[in-house]
């Protein structure tokens, strides 16, 4: 990027910018080579600057959550790299309370939480953490996320990811999303035109039509901002009891020592990505420093110095092996940057 390029985008934030930065230290992969650039951008007037600044200049850019379900490649990122700061972080309970309309999926049980008619909406800044918006809601004693006890990451990466465990998902409790778009204009999504499919948003990041334009211009890139959620009562000491069921439950079958973005391949309709590499007998598989967990066999884990190289490489060895053996092709859910 050119100084004078440099100078007004840095003049456009109050974190400094950071030049060359190695992404491995921003995802839990801990792999990944530099991007050009990454910006912290602490509030919503920073973020529509810096978006309409990113295209108008036709920078390639991207948003990062906590980076919890990304694989970055060894070469890293030619652009701008963007993280929602402190001012995305907010968590409010609105006084207003809506007839809540159920989203349900196959994988969502006729006995989940959600199956309420009417309870308290909360706003919540896609920067939140999960681990502490389920420790709010917790303290408040509203009831519906305890599925998410232990899900690493953001709020905003689990709505774009349609995060989910124990049979529940995000769009279960979602009311709308609150987006910027790539154009720096702020629109709210409500619930019922969003399509939400089994770990993912179907139509994020570029859903919205441009009117009149054609090309690259015809569809308008979103970043997530914020969200309503839809919860119920609940009791509190019952609501923790449950969310530290669901964190011990995680401690004991996950891998917790090694480096992972999480369950790395979507569970195939009816059975478990898992259960599937187990039975292809590949538990402890290497390819470099990427590791097939002894502990979880749909964990890809970095056992030390392992490269986005060796992680895929390893991804394409688990896939052939299972394809071969079951006639599944197995989907990573892991993001690719």
Known sequence: MEVELKRK???????????????????????????????????????QRVLVFLQEKKILWRIIGKGSNLLVNDRGFAGVILILGKGFGSISQLK????????????????????????????????????????????????????????????????IMNAGAWGCEMAGVLVSVTVI???????????????????????????????????????VRLVVVGVELQLAPGDQEQIRSLCQSYREKRRLKQPNKECSAGSFFKNPKGDAAGRLIEASGLKGVR????????????FLVNSGGATAEDVVMLMKKV????????????EPEVHFL
């Open 9 to 47: 985008l840095e003049s456009m934030v109050s974190s400094p910018v950071l030049w060359d930065c190695p992404l491995c230290d921003y995802t839990s992969f801990a792999i990944g080579g530099p991007a050009m650039a990454l910006v912290t951008v602490e509030e919503m007037s920073e973020l």
């Open 287 to 298: 390819v470099g420093g990427a590791m097939v967990s002894p502990v979880h066999a749909n």
């Open 181 to 219: 778009t790539s154009a720096g204009e702020i629109r709210i999504l409500p619930r019922a035109e969003l399509d939400f499919g089994y770990r993912i948003w179907h139509d994020y990041p570029s859903q919205l039509p441009s009117v009149g334009v054609t090309g690259e211009e015809r569809c």
């Open 319 to 330: 896939q052939a092996a299972v394809q071969k053996d079951s006639g599944i092709l197995l």
């Open 96 to 159: 207003t309370e809506l007839n809540f309309v159920s989203y349900p999926t196959e994988d969502i049980s006729a006995n989940s939480p959600l199956a309420v008619s009417e309870g308290p909406v909360i706003q919540v800044g896609a920067g939140c953490s999960l681990a502490r918006l389920v420790s709010w809601c917790t303290d408040q004693g509203l009831t519906g996320l305890e599925f998410a006890a232990g899900i690493p990451g953001t709020v905003g990466g689990a709505i």
